[in-house]
């Protein structure tokens, strides 16, 4: 579904039936019932925290209605940074590559589920299938692949707002009118025009003292706020027909980006690392399928010297795999690997 005005085509493509959004609203009713109220700031945006902006750039979904596909990589990014607390990691990840794979066509759009599940299994980055390409990925595209776990789908304004405030953005969908279009600044709320459809967006943040939502569209820059928009609360079914979706990094025993010190491998080739965190499961390191020992937070395995081929593997189960880069000269890919377990394959060694 896509609408033209002022000169630009926009798209949209949210695929939801009239079953879902009533079982929506129910849920949302339910919650409000049982839920007491939660803690949150009063406002809270991930563009500016002490200054730093979790969120990556405005893109564009053109004429293609694949905003499922754009929402949840805006997702997948911010978590990224905030998972790996570093606001310059600049990740683009491939929605030429997600869109297909999740069950999307140009002409109708895609489901949230079939996007979300497609997601888990992997994502290419940009540069490996770009959106204005052919969509066809590169040769090496299964050692180039970012999953994220979709952990949760909450069904109150409430917990939505403090899930923001202590983790981090939600997708979620919204209603579409004819005049969401010509939106050019301020907080939106609908005032004219038909209803055009649904359409997936990221929530990045609120305000309470101006009762709005703060989200990210894919729509370019010239649209909204500089591609960003405010809306009303409890306008376009935000909060009230449209669950809001959260997505965590699969936790990983190092910190996957500069400028952690968690793996570590200096000149002499021989390998340390450090678990930081992996929630409460086991972590068995082995490399060459020669099993180190187990990490324990806050201690530190000599894994021994190893050279360019060589693999490192973390016994994750159940946990997405990612991939990652450290500080000291090496860079890694991780492939997915039967059983659970993700292997962490050096590639080259820099020249920095």
Request: aromatic content about 10%.
């Amino acid at each position: 579904m896509e609408m033209k005005t002022m000169g630009k085509t926009y798209s949209i493509g949210l695929i939801v039936s009239p079953a879902e959004i009533q079982h929506n609203m129910a849920m949302f009713v339910a919650m409000a019932k049982l839920l007491r109220a939660v803690e949150h700031p009063s406002s809270f945006d991930w563009r500016s925290i002490e200054g730093e902006d979790f969120t990556t750039p405005i893109r564009d979904q053109g004429k293609c209605s694949s905003s499922v596909a754009f929402a949840t990589i805006a997702l997948m990014e911010s978590m990224m940074k905030i998972a790996n607390q570093d606001p310059k990691l600049q990740p683009d990840l491939s929605e030429a590559y997600l869109f297909p794979r999740g069950g999307g066509k140009c002409e109708s759009g895609a489901q949230f589920g079939r996007m979300l599940t497609a997601a888990e299994s992997g994502i290419c980055d940009e540069l490996c299938c770009p959106y204005a390409g052919d969509w066809k990925p590169c040769p090496d595209f299964k050692s180039r692949l970012t999953a994220i776990t979709f952990s949760e789908t909450i069904f109150s304004p409430e917990q939505a707002k403090a899930h923001i405030a202590s983790t981090g953005p939600l997708m979620s969908g919204m209603a579409v009118y004819a005049d969401f279009f010509e939106h050019d600044g301020g907080i939106y709320s609908q005032d004219y025009g038909n209803f055009v459809g649904n359409h997936a967006i990221l929530i990045v943040g609120y305000d309470e003292g101006e009762d709005c939502w703060i989200g990210k569209n894919s729509w370019g820059l010239t649209w909204g706020e500089g591609g960003w928009f405010r809306i009303k609360q409890g306008e376009c079914g935000i909060g009230s027909a449209f669950p809001f979706y959260s997505a965590a990094i699969g936790l990983s025993p190092v910190l996957a980006f500069p400028p952690s010190p968690d793996i570590a491998a200096p000149i002499d080739g021989t390998l340390y690392v450090t678990m930081t965190r992996a929630g409460e499961r086991d972590v068995i390191l082995l490399v060459n399928n020669r099993e180190i020992g187990a990490l324990t937070l806050g201690e530190t395995l000599t894994a021994g010297e190893f050279k360019r081929g060589d693999t490192i593997q973390f016994d994750l189960v159940g946990i997405a795999h990612k991939n990652v880069c450290f500080p000291s000269g090496w860079r890694i890919w991780t492939l997915r690997m039967d059983g659970g377990k993700y292997e962490f394959r050096v590639l080259e060694r820099d020249k920095r």
